[in-house]
T-cell receptor, first 114, second 112 residues
Framework: EAGVAQSPRYKIIEKRQSVAFWCNPI?????LYWYQQILGQGPKLLIQ????????DSQLPKDRFSAERLKGVDSTLKIQPAKLEDSAVYLC????????????FGEGSRLTVL | EDQVTQSPEALRLQEGESSSLNCSYT??????LFWYRQDPGKGPEFLFT???AGEEKEKERLKATLTKKESFLHITAPKPEDSATYLC?????????????FGKGTKLSVKP
């Protein structure tokens, strides 16, 4: 089966600019996640969707980050305006309902904010 | 506050030299402990789920074990292709399904 697809793989922007990342999960996976991984750290959950509803966005900086999952499939994560500390890899993951902790990750989108 | 600490930060082994990676955790109620492998430039790849103390899981040269305070990932006779960063994560009963608390990982290098 096809894995989790993400784009773009790399993005370089100036601070205060905006950026958007796209994710297509594994077919049939109802749950979709966005994680942030700063260099040398483990991934940190930003937002979790179940179908097209938000389950957990408690760690999403809502003043600058937004995410949507229209029609319960693809998702986009947007940052506006970007700050230097947003430089990180943004990982999208999906999972089957009920499979606790067994996430399938995409290759990630690496963001550099100058 | 839930915490996950992995040690060592980096480990260099010769091919065939067995060793163990450690993951110590603090949670109010452990729902599950998970091991992932991450290759450079890639997303983490799921390896194991452990739910209760005493549980063990094996896959090829890897064996994961769990106690009430820590988990070990034992690597037997490693090969260069086992080189990667190994991440440990826990899920608290109070958290959502996807809110895994990850450690910083152990970077394993296996030299031929």
């Amino acid at each position: 089966e096809a894995g989790v697809a993400q784009s773009p793989r790399y993005k370089i922007i100036e601070k205060r600019q905006s950026v958007a990342f796209w994710c297509n999960p594994i077919s049939g996976h109802a749950t979709l996640y966005w994680y942030q991984q700063i260099l040398g750290q483990g991934p940190k959950l930003l937002i979790q969707f179940q179908n097209n509803g938000v389950v957990d966005d408690s760690q999403l900086p809502k003043d600058r980050f937004s995410a949507e999952r229209l029609k319960g499939v693809d998702s986009t994560l947007k940052i506006q305006p970007a700050k230097l500390e947003d430089s990180a890899v943004y990982l999208c993951a999906s999972s089957r309902t009920g499979r606790v902790g067994e996430l399938f990750f995409g290759e990630g989108s690496r963001l550099t904010v100058l | 506050e839930d915490q996950v600490t992995q040690s060592p930060e980096a480990l260099r082994l010769q091919e065939g030299e067995s060793s163990s990676l450690n993951c110590s955790y603090t949670v109010s109620g452990l729902r599950g402990l998970f091991w992932y492998r991450q290759d450079p430039g890639k997303g983490p790849e799921f390896l194991f789920t452990l739910y209760s103390a005493g549980e063990e899981k094996e896959k090829e040269r890897l064996k994961a074990t769990l106690t009430k305070k820590e988990s070990f990932l034992h690597i037997t006779a490693p090969k260069p292709e086992d080189s990667a960063t190994y991440l440990c994560a826990v899920q608290d009963y109070g958290g959502s399904q996807g809110n895994l608390i990850f450690g910083k990982g152990t970077k394993l290098s296996v030299k031929p």
